[in-house]
């Protein structure tokens, strides 16, 4: 058996009677649409006269640090990550939206800049390598950090992407803007197999 909240039950129940054909039914689902729509719009707008306040001061203040030269942690969305769309009324933030994502970008960059080092270090010893053995393995370990270093900057916003310097391309190299897609593919493929 099938239990719906009451809320849900009679919405369903006043959309079926307006199904129907019942002119009440219909009147009374078009003004409670009409209102859920309201309120989103409101909110909506809300939020984004709340985000060109906030964008508006923190610009400012972050124009004051550098004059005065005060060194203060950025605030975190940094005001130039929060995207407002003044067309659709939309607000997207493009960068850490609080301290936990903060964290969690900042340790990705860190692996990037990793990953960038090692890709340069590797490149550079497979070049000069006259040993057969020892290159092989100096392509694999430049390939592996290389595919570290795409699968991390596939997954940012446009704005943020780095890149690469050193890159191989070499057959078996990752490409950038399509090794996080490839990794996708292979994972599900991947869980695809594992129940067989």
Known sequence: MIELPAIQ???????????K???????Q????????????????????????????????????RRQF????????PHPDHVILNLR?????????????EKEFWDHRFARMDDAQESVTYFAGKYRRCRDDRL?????????????????LNDSLPE???????????A??????GKTLEEFRRNKAMHKDFVGD
């Open 88 to 100: 659709k009324g939309t607000v997207d933030i493009e960068g850490p939206a609080d301290e936990q």
């Open 29 to 64: 689902l078009a003004d409670m649409v009409r209102a859920i729509e309201a309120k989103r719009h409101e909110g909506q707008l809300q939020l984004l006269d709340t985000m060109i306040e906030y964008k508006k001061r923190w610009t400012a203040e972050l124009k004051r």
């Open 159 to 169: 704005r943020h992407k780095r890149r690469l310097t050193d890159r191989s391309y």
């Open 135 to 151: 290159k092989a393995q100096y392509l694999e370990e430049w390939h592996f950090e290389q595919r570290m270093f795409d699968l």
């Open 9 to 19: 039950a009679s919405t369903r129940a006043l959309a079926i009677s307006a199904m």
């Open 21 to 27: 054909g019942s002119r009440l039914a219909q009147k």
């Open 171 to 176: 057959e078996g190299a990752s490409r950038q």
């Open 69 to 76: 030269n005060i060194d203060e942690p950025d605030p975190v």
